[in-house]
């Protein structure tokens, strides 16, 4: 009886689980949903990278208004500095402004720097080169 009821259990289970074909009212329903999310959707978020160990520097940030996307990121690495500004909407991405020079001959080490790390959403923080441990590399001292 047991072996029964196990079976069973298992063959209730496998048709539950198989996919089965969307029917129109319910694909209607999805795109409807899908459609009022990119309508309505929005968020924002930034982030910095200033690494005086590297000599390099990242900047983003970025915002979402219904179907419109709008943003822009920086970059530093010893050789050139470089600034992009976009957008995204119905007529697709679109890059709006996009500057660039030569800054130098490469990124220039310093091992006494520090990198500091900020964004929305993981707040702040800096490391850095640990000299004293070859294990670690890097030590975090919380800005």
Known sequence: MFKFVLIASLLVAIALAAPRDETEAERLDREELERYQNENAQYEFNSNVNDQIN?????RQEQREGGTVRGSYSYFDGFVQRRVEYIADKDGYRVLKDEMKDVGNGPQFNPEGQADVEGSLIGKYSIKLD?????????????
């Open 55 to 59: 000599d390099g520097q990242i900047t």
């Open 131 to 143: 000299t004293t441990d070859d294990e670690k590399h890097y030590k975090d001292i919380h800005a």
